[in-house]
């Protein structure tokens, strides 16, 4: 089992910055791909950012494109979203999630969600 618990989230200024932080515990060797997503109120869950266990290949939705940056430090177990540049549409609840490969198209684990909200 994996435990996945997220933090950082908070109120911020538009244009302003956010780190969230994604800390896993338990059978994390089982895990490779570790991704954020994110939910508004009224609409879908989306797509935000992925990074894969060496920390080298990165996906990130053309909305956040050079405003979002992944990264992951192994040694602590953490998988890090740097926000940039806010806007109030990035208002949202933020979760990491991870799933053991890419040959697997459902992420396995969720975390509990952190709320981020851009004021304008």
């Known amino acids: 089992q994996v435990q996945l618990v997220e933090s950082g989230g908070g109120l911020v200024q538009a244009g302003g910055s956010l780190r969230l932080s994604c800390l896993a515990s338990?059978?994390?060797?089982?895990?490779?791909?570790m991704a954020w997503f994110r939910q508004a109120p009224g609409k879908e869950r989306e797509f935000v950012a992925a990074?894969?266990?060496?920390?080298?290949?990165?996906n990130i939705a053309d909305s956040v494109k050079g405003r979002f940056t992944i990264s992951r430090d192994n040694a602590k177990n953490t998988v890090d979203l740097q926000m940039n540049s806010l806007k109030p549409e990035d208002t949202a609840v933020y979760y990491c999630?991870?799933?053991?490969?890419?040959?697997?198209?459902?992420?396995?684990?969720w975390g509990q969600g952190t709320q981020v909200t851009v004021s304008s």
């Open positions: 338990g059978r994390t060797f089982s895990v490779n791909v």
């Open positions: 999630a991870g799933k053991r490969s890419d040959l697997v198209r459902e992420y396995d684990y």
């Open positions: 990074i894969r266990g060496s920390g080298g290949n990165t």
